[in-house]
C-alpha cells in the first residue's frame, strides 16, 4: 500500500500527523508526507521509515495565498507518482488541490482533527461550512470523534471516527531532574503544566488569574508552568506583572513535538484548561491525554472532550471554566494527598486504548484496507412500483450487478409488492410510502448509501437528483427506456421539458438511439443499451413441432395505445381463414374492451385472455406455443425494440410483427419470422403467410441464435460496465 499524507504546515509538529505515518511505517506501508518547510529544517528527510518532502513556499506568498501557493507546490509533486490513498490533513483550499491531484491517487481522505474554534459564532459557522463544502470533492471523511463530525455535517455525511491518541512508548512517566535544575525549578515546588496555543479564544487569562489568586494564599510553592506560543503571549506576561506573580508563572514558549514529553514530565500536576465554549466543549483535548501517559494527575474541565478521557476523582479532576473552578479543583488535590495518589496511580493504564499504535492498527488502517477493497454502490431509482411486466430490465439490472459484485440499491414508491426475484438478492431495496415527500426521502438515502453512481430512469424531476447528490460526488446517469408517447404540442413540450431534465446528466443511455431522439429531440453522446432477454431463464426444447391448431401467444401491455383491441378485431376475421389459436398475457386500461371483443366473438373458445404472468413463469409457458406476435404501433413505438420479440425469439417461436424500426433489430421475413405492415388487411394477411409458411420450423429451430447477442448478460457485460468504468473515472 503507497500512502501520500498532506500537512499545510510543518512536520513534525503536529501530533496526529507526526504518530499517524511513523505508525504506518512500522507496519510496512510506504508513507510519503508532503509539507511546508520549517525554519531550519531540509528539504528531504526520512524520519522512521516515513520519507518527507518540504515544501519552501514563502516566496510565492506575495502572488498567492499561502494555501494556494502550498496546493499548486504540493500538486506538482503527488502528479510525480501514483498513491493508493491520498491521506489529506483539512485545510483551507484542500478541495482545490485534491482536484488538482486527481488520476493520481485511487482514494482521496479527508481528515478533520478539529471543527472551528473561533469565538465569533457567525465566523465559526462560515468556517464549518467552507469545511463541509471542501469535504465534498473527497472520497471519504476522518474526524477525531462523532461530536465534532455532527457538528460540521450533522447527520448527513458517512464519516469515519479515528481518535486523538498519545505515543504511549514516548509520553512516560519518566522525569528529567536535570531539565527541571535547568529551568530554575526547585525540588519542593508544586509545578503545574499547561501546554496549548495562547490565543483569544482558549481563555487562557482565567487560569493565570486563577493561580495567581492561590499562589497568594497557599502554603504550597506553586508554579504554573506555560508551554506554548500564541498572540496572546504578552498579553498574559503583562498579566502575570500585574498581579505580581510573575516568579510564580513561567512562559517557557514553543517547544517541538518531538521534545514536548520532557518538559509534561517534569511537572507534577497537568492542567487542561479548556473554555466550555460551542467551540471547544466537544474537542478532545491532546494534552489531557499526554499530561495522563506521563502520569500526572490531571485537572480538567469539564468539557464532554476532556469527559473522553478523565472520570472526575478517579483519573482526574474535571472542574468549571472558572477562576473559582480551577482554585477548587487545585485545592481538592493538592490538600488530599490518598487523592492525589489514587488519580496518579490510575492515570496512566486508564487511556492505554488510546495509544497511537493501537488507534493506526484499530482505526485508520481499516479505513484504508476498506477504501481499496471498496465495492461501488449502485443506486437504481425509479419513480414506479417495482411488480409489473414492463420493469423486466430494471429486474435483470440488479440481479446482474448484485451478482457482478457491485453493493446495489434501489428506491422507489410503495406500491404494489416486491416481486420474489429482488427480495432474494443482496440488494437495498428502499420504498417510499405514500404521502411521504419523494424528493426529500430520495435525497435522505443518497446521504445514507453514499453511491458511486446514481443510475435514475427518466422521469418528471430527475433532474433533481445530482443537485440532491452533489454532496457525495456521485455520477449521474440518465436510462432512456421508452419512445415519447406523446403527440402534438404535448409532444414538443415534452421533448423541451426531458431536454432540460437531461441537462444535469454526464451521462445518457437509451434502449434505442432514434427512441431517444423522440423523448428529447437529437442529442449527440447518448449511449446505445439495447434490451435483452435472460437466455438461461429460457426452457430448453426436446424436439422442434409445429403444434395443430397453430398455437400464438401476445404477452406485453393492454393499454389503449398498444391498439390491442384493433389486433383481436384483425384475429377474429383471419379465423376465419386459417385455424390457430392465441392465448393473450397482460393488463391495462384497455383489458375490459378487449374482453369484450372476445366474449361477443364467435372465436371465444380459440382466444384465451390471461393476466400478466410472472417472467419465470413465463419463459416455462412459451416453448409450448409456435408464433409469438409483435404488434406494434408505428406511430408512437416505432423506434422502440421490443423485448417481447427477443423473449419470443429466444423461446424458440417464430415471430409475426408489425414492420417497426424496433422488430427490424431482430426479425428478417422468411428467417426466423414475418414483418407486414399495420394495417388490417396487411396484418390479417401475414397471420394467414406464416400459418401456412413451409418454412416456419425451420424459423423457430434457428429462433434462438438470432438473439444471442441481446443475452442480458452480454448486454451488460459489453456495453453496461464499460460505461460505469468510464463514469468512474
Known sequence: MKVCHVLNNVYPYFAAPYEYSRKLAAM?????????????????????????????????????SLSVAFS????????????????????????FFVRLCKGHFKHSVLDIRSASVSSNNVRAKMSDLITRFESYSFDHLIVLNQEVGCKIFGNNRHFDVVPLGVDLDKFQ?????????????????????????LSTERQVHILVSAVAGLCQTSELPLKLFIVGDGPELERLQQQSRSLACEKNIIFMGRIPYEAIQQYIAIGDVGLSFIPKTDNFYFQPPLKTVEYMACGL??????????????????NGILIDDTIDGVQKGLQLLLEDKALFDKIQSNSRRSIEQFDWKQIVGRDLLPVYEKLLRHKHKILIIRRTALDGYEIAYTHYLIQFLSQTGYDVAIISPERGI??????????????????????????????????????????????????????????????????????????????????????????????SIASAYTVM???????????????????????????????????????????VSRLITIIISAMESVNFTLDLYGSGNDWDNIKRLISESDKSDKIRLNPAMLRRELFKSLPKYDVGIAYIPHQLYD????????????????????????????????????????????FKQGIIDIVQAPWLKEAKSIAPSTVTSFDWDTIFKEKLIPLYQQMLK
Open 173 to 197: 512517566p519518566i522525569r528529567d531532574n536535570a531539565l527541571r535544575e535547568k529551568l530554575g525549578f526547585l525540588k519542593n515546588e508544586m509545578i503545574l503544566v499547561f501546554v496549548g496555543n
Open 72 to 95: 499548486l507546490e504540493a500538486a506538482k509533486i503527488v502528479k510525480q507518482a501514483h498513491y493508493d490513498v491520498l491521506h489529506v490533513y483539512s485545510f483551507r483550499w484542500s478541495s
Open 297 to 314: 494527575p490531571t485537572i480538567a474541565t469539564d468539557t464532554q472532550g476532556n469527559q473522553i478521557f478523565i472520570t472526575d476523582r478517579d
Open 639 to 682: 423506434t422502440a425494440p421490443p423485448l417481447k420479440t427477443m423473449e419470443y425469439l429466444a423461446s424458440g417461436l417464430a415471430v409475426l410483427g408489425t414492420d417497426t424500426t424496433g422488430n427490424k433489430l431482430f426479425v428478417e421475413s422468411g428467417v426466423n419470422g414475418l414483418l407486414v405492415e399495420e394495417g388490417n388487411e396487411s
Open 418 to 511: 416486491i416481486p420474489v426475484c429482488l427480495s432474494q438478492l443482496n440488494v437495498t431495496i428502499k420504498q417510499v410510502p405514500l404521502g411521504k415527500l419523494w424528493f426529500f426521502e430520495v435525497q435522505k438515502f443518497i446521504n445514507q448509501f453514499q453511491p458511486d453512481i446514481v443510475h435514475t430512469f427518466l422521469h418528471t424531476g430527475c433532474c433533481l437528483y445530482p443537485l440532491l447528490s452533489f454532496s457525495n460526488q456521485s455520477k449521474h446517469l440518465l436510462d432512456i427506456r421508452s419512445p415519447l408517447l406523446r403527440t402534438g404540442w404535448k409532444r414538443k413540450l415534452m421533448q423541451f421539458k426531458n431536454r432540460l431534465e437531461s441537462l444535469c446528466y454526464q451521462h445518457i443511455a437509451s434502449h
Open 28 to 64: 510496512g506501508i510506504d508513507v510519503q508526507v508532503i509539507c511546508r518547510k520549517g525554519i531550519g529544517q531540509t528539504e528531504t528527510e526520512v524520519i522512521d521509515g516515513v520519507r518527507v518532502l518540504r515544501l519552501d513556499v514563502d516566496d510565492k506568498v506575495k502572488h498567492y
Open 521 to 563: 429531440g437529437h442529442k449527440k453522446g447518448i449511449h446505445f443499451l439495447p434490451p435483452g432477454v435472460e437466455l438461461k431463464a429460457v426452457s430448453p426444447r426436446d424436439k422442434i413441432e409445429i403444434n395443430s391448431p397453430l398455437k400464438m401467444i401476445y404477452i406485453g401491455s393492454m393499454d389503449e395505445k398498444r391498439s
